[in-house]
Nanobody, 124 residues
Framework: QVQLVESGGGLVQAGGSLRLSCAASGRTFGSYAMAWFRQAPGKEREFVAT????????DYADSVKGRFTISRDNAKNTVYLEMGSLKSEDTAVYYCAARTGYSNDYTMDQFDYWGQGTQVTVSS
């Protein structure tokens, strides 16, 4: 089992940057593919980005491609989301998630563990 704790959220102006972190407990972090999701007010939670266990594969939602970068440091049990060129529509609670396998199915029910989320607010 793994516990996930997100940090790094906050208020940023449009066009700015922010880096989110997700720290995982346990010694098996490297066994999990990791992902970021987000949920804006009144909307469903949506996939943002994912990274495989050894960082060999990444994938992004079309809405963030070229602006966001996911990375991980297995020695630190941490996954990151670098967000740039932020827009007001990026405002959401951002969640970290983990799963034991990796596939092109990025629906929520494919992920086994979730963090509590961190708020990102982009002012225009």
């Amino acid at each position: 089992q793994v516990q996930l704790v997100e940090s790094g959220g906050g208020l940023v102006q449009a066009g700015g940057s922010l880096r989110l972190s997700c720290a995982a407990s346990g010694r098996t972090f490297g066994s999990y593919a990791m992902a970021w999701f987000r949920q804006a007010p009144g909307k469903e939670r949506e996939f943002v980005a994912t990274i495989s266990r050894l960082s060999l594969r990444t994938d992004y939602a079309d809405s963030v491609k070229g602006r966001f970068t996911i990375s991980r440091d297995n020695a630190k049990n941490t996954v990151y989301l670098e967000m740039g060129s932020l827009k007001s529509e990026d405002t959401a609670v951002y969640y970290c998630a983990a799963r034991t396998g990796y596939s092109n199915d990025y629906t929520m029910d494919q992920f086994d563990y979730w963090g509590q989320g961190t708020q990102v607010t982009v002012s225009s």
